[in-house]
């Protein structure tokens, strides 16, 4: 972020700023920009679903949906799913609404029970940590700080986390159990990790030999570009350099369907799915499988899955080519802000200036624009540049959507600009 900004210029763009901000306040907007949620127009997508599944009640294989059992899930929706996620239909499973409740039941089960190649329960270690890319998200680390592990901070790249960081950390300190990684347009920077940095994750040493890598794969279907992102099959690569039990692959049809009653999937090694099932097996007699045979006869199969994804994307397009350019109208040449332009997911990180991320998200919330709390893209809530403000563009109507971000790009300025006159 270079100022292109002569002294001269600097009290009356100050001057404008403030008017700009106080027409702003002046409006009473109630806007919201926080959580990436679809919109109801893209849940209105799939409003077949509250019609099916129509009668049925037999799966493909004649299992009688209506009744218990059927631990893994329906193969019919395995299959639909198991090239996106890059997982065998063999070794995914189809569960409940939430991956991140199943997120959360692996680390529950890994801290009182035995993850495969695990020599104790992690709840019986004096400490345990997870290496968490930032900026990342907040619910992989609200999830660390319930449970008491320690989360250590390692800088995103383009290309997925700091390698060099991950392989030393990871290789240095048996207390480091795992990472989180969300691989594809991630949350909020939108990288997408690169062939090198899934093949160095795969291969790398770790001190503990009950390392995981928790796979977080929410956005693995949703492009926003004609060229959708290939990431390496990390499962198989895992395999192949030897640590087939070191990642749990994770996603769900949240962003998909309807985020509020989708399916969450769960893909790892034979023995990682043993392990997992045997879990599930205490906690219930199986999943909602009528809610998995109405996503079956909805989606029919991967390629209908990727024309739903299409048309997710014909109602999103047009919200982040809105962020890009209000973002760019606004802010360009300014020196006070850069920002991610992804290929898909749910986000754009805005990056201000140093020490300015929580007076522009306390100014917006006083202009009526509530904003993700700046630091919640970090560990404990720390941004420590105080400089990463996350976009989520999905939620609000468009015209509500520019209304928040020219609000927003108000802010920055007048928060930058103010922070240029006193120093
Ligand atoms: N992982 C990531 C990276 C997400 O962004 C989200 C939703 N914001 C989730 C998981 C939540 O997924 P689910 O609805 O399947 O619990």
Redesign the pocket.
């Known amino acids: 972020m270079t100022t292109e900004l002569s002294p001269d210029a600097l009290p009356e763009l100050l001057e404008r700023a403030r008017k700009d901000y106080a027409a702003l306040a002046a409006r009473g907007l109630s806007l919201d920009l926080t959580?990436?949620?679809p919109a109801p127009a893209q849940l209105d997508l799939a409003e077949d679903l509250l019609s099916l599944p129509d009668g049925r009640h037999t799966a493909a294989d004649g299992t009688d949906v209506r009744n218990y059992g059927g631990l893994q899930g329906l193969p019919e929706l395995r299959e639909i799913f198991a090239d996106a996620l890059q997982v065998p239909v063999t070794q995914l499973v189809a569960l409940g609404?939430?991956?991140?409740?199943?997120?959360h039941d692996c680390l529950v089960h890994a801290l009182l029970g035995r993850v495969p190649g695990a020599e104790s329960r992690w709840v019986d270690q004096e400490r345990i940590a997870f290496l968490c890319p930032v900026p990342g998200?907040d619910?992989?680390f609200a999830l660390c700080e319930r449970f008491g592990i320690e989360m250590i901070p390692v800088p995103m790249t383009p290309d997925g986390p700091d390698m060099d960081e991950v392989e030393r950390l990871a290789a240095g300190d048996a207390a480091v159990k795992g990472i989180w990684c969300?691989p594809k347009y991630?949350?909020p920077d939108g990288a997408c990790y690169s062939d090198e940095t899934v093949a160095r994750l795969a291969a790398m040493s770790a001190a503990a030999p009950d390392f995981r890598i928790f796979w977080?794969n929410?956005?693995a279907v949703h492009h926003l570009t004609d060229e959708p992102v290939e990431t390496a099959d990390l499962l198989a690569a895992c395999a192949a350099s030897g640590n087939p039990d070191r990642v749990f692959v994770?996603?769900?049809?949240?962003?998909v369907t309807f985020?509020g009653s989708?399916v969450?999937f769960f893909g790892a090694s034979p023995d990682n799915v043993r392990w997992l099932l045997a879990n599930n097996a205490k906690r219930s007699i199986g999943p909602d499988k009528v809610n998995q045979l109405r996503h079956a006869l909805f989606l029919r199969d991967a390629a209908g899955l990727r024309a739903h994804m299409a048309r997710q994307r014909e109602l999103l397009r047009p919200k982040f080519d809105a962020v890009q350019r209000i973002l760019a109208a606004e802010l360009g040449g300014t020196g006070l802000a850069e920002w991610t332009d992804p290929k898909g997911?749910?986000?754009v990180t805005l990056r201000v200036p140093d020490g300015c991320a929580k007076e522009v998200v306390r100014r917006a919330s006083e202009a009526g624009i509530v904003l993700t709390p700046a630091g919640a893209t970090h560990p404990y809530g720390d941004d420590p540049r105080d400089a990463t403000i996350r976009i989520a563009p999905t939620f609000p109507v468009q015209d509500d959507l520019e209304q928040a971000m020219l609000g927003l790009t108000t802010c920055v300025r007048l928060v930058g600009y103010e922070k240029l006159s006193a120093s």
């Open positions: 959580r990436g949620k609404n939430s991956s991140l409740e199943l997120m998200y619910r992989h969300v991630s949350n977080d929410a956005y994770f996603g769900s049809s949240s962003k985020a989708g969450a997911g749910y986000f």
